[in-house]
């Protein structure tokens, strides 16, 4: 039933005429049932005490002449008022004169005196007493008991007022059911299409207007907004379907490149296996080498030696100066074996990373460097450099090799000058060495980091070309880069980057 | 009362018949001896009712305005005829007020004008002069009130007479018309009798 209610305006509406009929109803039944019972002993009085001036004005002559037939003939007329149960006439000295008595009254005794004027309520009944002034002057009173019972007409009134009201509603309703035909009809009608366009999703349905006044214009609205929905609905169903064929086709590309992507990681994974796989067979390759070279060289240089030493007096000075010669380049040899061993080992050996303060390592290694070289006159400057994490050794070499190379390079400058330096950005440290020495070509930067690559003659500054080539292996392990700038007699600056943030060890 | 002065009157007038008379005395004597008191209690409330009603009359008949030319006299109602009545009539009137004005009661005897009288009772003894006070008293429009059987066919406006032993009246509505009095319907209602057309 609520359910109905909720679903349809109909039911609604309907509802609303019989709450505001049945409120309106209740309200003003409710007024004049009270108004009425507040009025009825007030009104019952004065219609009894109009009443009792009426007989008293009839009965006074019967009085004055002592006719209590004509009283009673009076008095009897009140047969017409069965409200009025018992009336009376008492003469002037209080003896009662006249009386009469309802049919179906309730009995009840005369009051054996007539009491003052006025009137009391006795139980169910209202009893008057009333003067009669005849000429001024009191010939008798006359006496009304009347029913009164304010409930019997409450419940009388409120009978009545049941009644009005079921027959109100019941025509209220009647009167809503033919009324909102007028009103729904029209509104049902939409519904009727709104459905139908929902469940057939036909937009091409339009709703009949019936009526000129807001339901009319309603319909109006609703077919114009059906008729624009409908274009709408066109409208993205044809930009749906290009989407579609829009999504396929990138979806078909998207698979090609799937595709060569995988291939392409296939043909990148199998190069570097075969890469990785030339590169170890070329480091073993170069390691055994170094180190087969080197027990051929033991013995050049050994044997060198046995022949200065057991020969040495029997040799001339140009034999002597040959065999020099021999001993010196078996040495160089052997260094060049020994780098080379070191760099081939590079790329096997696991990097031990622990905390480096990166100024105590540059300065140990420095003391060493001095110890070696005769290094006084070098005007140094070592700045605050940053931590960092690296292998110990490691980045030992690197400084070894770029503080060796500033004071080889700069020893022919009359005031060598070294600084070492290092800046910080947001992603790594950049350290820099810097000296005054000889500098290079800038054309032949590029060449500065290979293996055996020389810019300067050995005779002028010793060296196996292997050192720049270590820095930047051992920088590229760490993560970071390596580069240099330079002039000819300008000298040179080497940088080499280390992030702040290492992640592992492995290039 | 009248029963035994009358009878004494006529053994004074006619000797002759005095053993018929002093039997009959005897007798009435006899019945007297049973009757006279409660006789002698009637009579006097039949004398102060009808005295009652005498000026309460008064207050339902309208005198036309020319018969009360002096508004400041009393209202007086005379009595002719009728000695006893006329004693409870002054009784019954003290200090009583009829609209503001005094009540007065006037004993009238034979042949005495009938000026500033309002009501005039003629008594059952003045009975027989009833015509000649009729004639007096209807252009002055006095209320006459009698107590004789017929005095209404006469022209007396209104007639006491006794019903149930109880004090009546009868009213002549012609007499009143031609006394140019008007009475009023509810006087009517108490009635006995009223009489309309001519005798």
């Known amino acids: 039933m609520f359910k109905a209610i909720a679903r349809s305006v109909r039911y609604k509406l309907a509802l609303v005429v019989l709450a505001a009929t049945f409120v309106a109803l209740l309200v003003a039944g409710t007024a004049l049932v009270l108004y009425d019972l507040r009025n009825y002993q007030r009104q019952l009085e004065n219609d009894l005490v109009t009443q009792a001036e009426i007989l008293g004005r009839a009965s006074a002559p019967a009085l004055a002449f002592e006719d209590p037939k004509s009283a009673n003939e009076n008095l009897a007329l009140l047969g017409v008022r069965p409200n009025i149960y018992a009336a009376g006439i008492y003469n002037a000295k209080g003896k009662l004169f006249a009386s009469y008595e309802g049919r179906d009254a309730p009995r009840a005794a005369f009051p054996s005196l007539p009491e003052a004027d006025g009137s009391r309520v006795a139980g169910n009944e209202l009893l008057l007493f009333k003067r009669i002034v005849e000429n001024g002057e009191i010939v008798g009173t006359a006496y009304l008991r009347a029913g009164y019972e304010p409930f019997e007409r409450l419940k009388d009134y409120l009978g009545i007022l049941g009644g009005v009201m079921a027959l109100s509603l019941l025509a209220a309703a009647l009167m809503s059911v033919w009324l909102q035909a007028a009103v729904t009809k029209p509104i049902l009608e939409v519904t009727d299409v709104a459905r139908q366009v929902m469940e057939r999703r036909d937009f091409s349905l339009r709703a009949r207007k019936t009526t000129q006044d807001e339901i009319g214009y309603l319909v109006d609205a609703f077919n114009d907004m059906l008729a624009e929905v409908g274009r709408r609905a066109e409208a993205l169903e044809a930009s749906n379907r290009s989407l579609e064929h829009e999504v396929a086709e990138r979806q078909r590309a998207d698979e090609d490149r799937r595709k060569l992507n995988a291939e392409l990681e296939q043909r990148v994974s199998e190069r570097t296996s075969q890469l990785e796989a030339a590169n170890k067979e070329l480091e073993g390759f170069s390691y055994s080498v170094s180190h087969d070279l080197r027990a051929p060289l033991r013995g050049i240089i050994g044997f060198a030696d046995a022949l200065m030493e057991d020969h040495g007096p029997a040799l001339d000075e140009e034999a002597k100066r040959k065999i020099a010669i021999v001993q010196d380049e078996g040495r160089r040899m052997g260094v060049l074996i020994d780098d080379l061993l070191a760099f081939s080992r590079l790329g096997r050996k696991a990097l031990q990373i622990v905390d480096l303060d990166m100024s105590k390592l540059a300065r140990t290694t420095l003391d060493g460097l001095h110890a070696q070289h005769n290094g006084q006159g070098v005007d140094l400057q070592l700045g605050t450099l940053p931590q960092t994490k690296g292998d110990r050794v490691l980045l030992g070499q690197v400084w070894a090799n770029l503080l060796s190379n500033a004071l080889k390079f700069s020893s022919k400058n009359g005031k060598p000058q070294i600084v070492v330096s290092a800046v910080t950005d947001e992603k790594e440290h950049i350290y820099f060495v810097r000296d005054n020495g000889a500098g290079f070509d800038p054309r032949y930067q590029s060449k500065l980091f290979g293996v055996f690559q020389r810019l300067h003659d050995s005779s002028e500054f010793p060296g196996t070309g292997v050192g720049l080539a270590l820095v930047q292996r051992i920088v590229n392990r760490h993560g970071g880069r390596v580069w240099a700038e330079g002039k000819p007699n300008q000298g040179a600056t080497f940088y080499f980057t280390l992030p702040k943030e290492r992640i592992d060890g492995t290039v | ?199």
């Open chain 2, 1 to 199: 009362m009248e029963a035994v002065t009358f009878l004494f009157g006529r053994r004074r007038n006619l000797p002759a018949r005095t053993l018929r008379t002093a039997i009959f005395a005897a007798l009435s004597i006899f019945i007297c001896l049973e009757q006279c008191a409660a006789q002698d209690d009637a009579q006097a409330v039949e004398h102060q009712v009808k005295a009652a009603f005498l000026y309460k009359f008064a207050g339902y008949v309208k005198w036309p305005d020319s018969a009360d030319a002096r508004p400041d006299a009393p209202f007086t109602i005379g009595v002719i005829g009728a000695d006893a009545i006329a004693a409870e009539l002054v009784e019954a009137v003290a200090g009583r007020k009829l609209e503001d004005r005094n009540i007065a009661v006037k004993r009238l005897k034979a042949g005495e004008p009938l000026a500033g009288i309002q009501i005039l009772f003629v008594g059952r003894s003045e009975a027989a002069r009833l015509n000649q006070l009729l004639q007096a008293a209807q252009p002055r429009s006095i209320l006459v009130v009698t107590e004789s059987e017929g005095a209404l066919a006469q022209g007396s406006v209104i007639n006491f007479v006794m019903a149930d032993r109880r004090v009546r009246f009868e009213i002549s509505l012609d007499s009143a018309e031609k006394s140019r009095l008007k009475l009023s319907s509810r006087l009517l209602a108490v009635a006995q009798q009223v009489r309309t057309g001519t005798p």
